[in-house]
């Protein structure tokens, strides 16, 4: 069975600072990660996804996240913090096997002080 | 607005009280999910269809869940006999499954936040 541990319930990084969420998964199969946002009050929204291929993956407003097989690990980065970067990051991972439902971690509040 | 719609966006039920939520997918999507969210928790998987079939179903989802997509199009899930613990948002999202490797980009509405009293 799938699972995601995302370390760090709330992250608060100054504008301008390096952005860096955790995220790890296990999977016994190939996975599907994905890295969505949700602002307060919307929906949740895809930021990245990793299927196959490069592990080094961008996505929308600046951010990006490594595949590592080796760590079991997807992390979140962005170089330099905005505050419109704040909200909640979820974690997610599917696989084939797993009949396509997602599996998403706890998910990480990130503040941007001024 | 052609995303995932959810109707209603909030509903406020006693206990013991069904209540029905609507979810409209992106049209042409082929699978729909729902998902439930606490608060301080990401979504919790419950259910999924393929088209008009539902192929995955959560053991988080008891008897008194239910959830429908005929015709594959709009979707419905219902809970009977509401207890305080299913206060929560409901989430639906759909994608658009094309066969390949792509993994599942899934679109989320909005949600419909039940409070049970």
């Known amino acids: 069975a799938q699972s995601v541990t995302q370390l760090g319930s709330h992250v608060s990084v100054s504008e301008g600072a390096l952005v860096l969420l955790r995220c790890n998964y296990s999977?016994?199969?190939?996975?599907?990660l994905f890295w969505y946002v949700q602002y307060p009050n919307q929906g949740l929204q895809l930021l990245l996804k990793y299927t196959t291929g490069a592990t080094l993956v961008k996505g929308i407003n600046g951010f990006e996240a490594e595949f590592k097989k080796s760590e079991t690990s997807f992390h979140l980065t962005k170089p330099s913090a905005h505050m419109s970067d704040a909200a909640e990051y979820f974690c997610?991972?599917?696989?084939?096997?797993?009949?396509?439902?997602?599996?998403f971690g706890a998910g990480t509040r990130l503040f941007v002080k001024a | 607005d052609t995303g995932v719609s959810q109707d209603p966006r909030h509903k406020i039920t006693k206990r013991g009280q069904n209540v029905t939520f609507r979810c409209d997918p992106i049209s042409e999507h082929n699978r729909l999910y729902w998902y439930r969210q606490t608060l301080g928790q990401g979504p919790e998987f419950l259910t999924y269809?393929?088209?008009?079939?539902?192929?995955?179903k959560s053991r988080l989802l008891s008897d008194r869940f239910s959830a429908e997509r005929p015709k594959g199009s709009f979707s419905t899930l219902e809970i009977q006999r509401t207890e305080q613990g299913d206060s929560a948002m409901y989430l639906c999202?759909?994608?658009?499954?094309?066969?390949?490797?792509?993994?599942?980009?899934?679109?989320f509405g909005p949600g419909t936040r039940l409070t049970v009293l």
């Open positions: 269809f393929q088209n008009e079939a539902q192929l995955e």
């Open positions: 997610a991972v599917m696989t084939d096997t797993g009949g396509f439902k997602t599996i």
């Open positions: 999202a759909s994608s658009l499954a094309d066969g390949g490797r792509t993994g599942d980009e899934q679109f």
């Open positions: 999977s016994s199969v190939p996975p599907y």
